[in-house]
């Protein structure tokens, strides 16, 4: 059965400094994975996804994130954080396929970005 | 304009009542979901819908029914509510193959008494 770890429920870090939110999954068919944040009282936001092909996947705010198949992780980075990173960050692995595919969400990581 | 809407946003009843959430979306997607968060954030399936058809039914009690009066609706009615359906509900949408990347609602805070 497939299902995602969040290592992590808060990570509390300083402006500008680099972090890493870590998640681990457990798939035994193809592997599609995923980052959704979700900002305070809105709704999840994809943020970035490996379907093929290169490893490290990029989101357009500066997050990146490397799906290593043999540690079976797929953990999310970024550099230098802002305030404005604050968020619920949720690594999710797709199951399923066609119109039955569906998300298997991790626990969750409170990342807290303080000045 | 918003892609997806919900409504009520907040949402306060006593145990026994029967209330009901609705969505909206009008990103011209072929599938709807239904999510449960609980109050540790854990986020899971209960539903889903393509082209008004429901595909997905996870383990979720009787007294949830999803109803898809057409494509960019689906509403979930909970009959006899009890204190363990407090939860945030987050309603979700995607198109044809693309059944991962979803667009969510601002999600439906739910509130037994």
């Known amino acids: 059965a497939q299902s995602v770890t969040q290592l992590d429920s808060q990570v509390p870090v300083f402006e500008e400094a680099p972090v890493e939110l870590r998640c681990n999954y457990s798939?035994?068919?193809?592997?599609?994975l995923f980052w959704y944040v979700q900002y305070p009282n809105q709704g999840l936001q994809l943020l970035l996804k490996y379907l093929s092909g290169s490893t490290l996947v990029e989101s357009i705010n500066g997050f990146e994130a490397e799906f290593n198949k043999s540690q079976t992780s797929f953990h999310l980075r970024k550099p230098s954080v802002h305030i404005s990173d604050t968020a619920e960050y949720f690594c999710?692995?797709?199951?399923?396929?066609?119109?039955?595919?569906?998300?298997?969400f991790g626990q969750g990581t409170t990342l807290q970005v303080k000045p | 304009d918003t892609a997806v809407s919900q409504t009520p946003k907040y949402l306060v009843t006593q145990m026994g009542n029967d209330k009901s959430i609705k969505c909206e979306q009008n990103?011209?997607?072929?599938?709807m979901y239904w999510y449960k968060q609980d109050s540790k954030k854990f986020l899971k399936i209960m539903f889903s819908y393509n082209n008004k058809e429901l595909i997905i039914n996870e383990t979720v009690p009787n007294r949830f029914s999803p109803k898809s009066p057409d494509k960019a609706h689906l509403n979930l009615h909970i009959n006899s509510l009890e204190l363990g359906d407090s939860a945030v509900y987050f309603c979700a949408s995607s198109q044809g193959r693309a059944v991962y990347e979803q667009y969510f609602g601002p999600g439906t805070r739910l509130t037994v008494t």
């Open positions: 990103l011209g997607h072929d599938t």
């Open positions: 999710a692995v797709g199951y399923g396929s066609g119109n039955t595919g569906k998300l298997i």
């Open positions: 798939s035994s068919v193809s592997v599609y």
